[in-house]
Nanobody, 121 residues
Framework: QVQLVESGGGLAHPGGSLTLSCAAS????????MGWYLQALGKELELVAVDVSGGNTEYSESAKGRFTISRDNDKNTVYLQMNSLKPEDTAVYYC???????????????WGQGTQVTVPS
């Protein structure tokens, strides 16, 4: 089993910054990918950014140029640096990880508990 623990959410003014972090612990052989999703009130879950082992990153159109995803492989931690925040960034942000627990090449998907980001208008 793997646990994902998120931190760093909260309240930010428009134009401000927040950094989210998500640490994975437990039975980890390798991490295939880690990323962030958001779910705004009444809306569906959507991808914010993902970092795939090997250096590939992908961002939503809304996140491009404002958010940066990074990973510390030694700490099994992924970060999301969010700059130039807007009211429409208000949502619960979930950490997502694809983890190979055994080394057999089968990745299991895990989710964090979610952290609220609020940017008032």
């Amino acid at each position: 089993q793997v646990q994902l623990v998120e931190s760093g959410g909260g309240l930010a003014h428009p134009g401000g910054s927040l950094t989210l972090s998500c640490a994975a612990s437990g039975s980890i052989f390798s991490i295939v990918a880690m990323g962030w999703y958001l779910q705004a009130l009444g809306k569906e879950l959507e991808l914010v950014a993902v970092d795939v082992s090997g250096g590939n990153t992908e961002y939503s159109e809304s996140a491009k140029g404002r958010f940066t995803i990074s990973r510390d492989n030694d700490k099994n931690t992924v970060y999301l640096q969010m700059n130039s925040l807007k009211p429409e960034d208000t949502a619960v942000y979930y950490c997502n990880a694809h983890i190979d627990e055994s080394g057999w090449g089968h990745a299991v998907v895990y989710w964090g508990q979610g952290t609220q980001v609020t940017v008032p208008s």
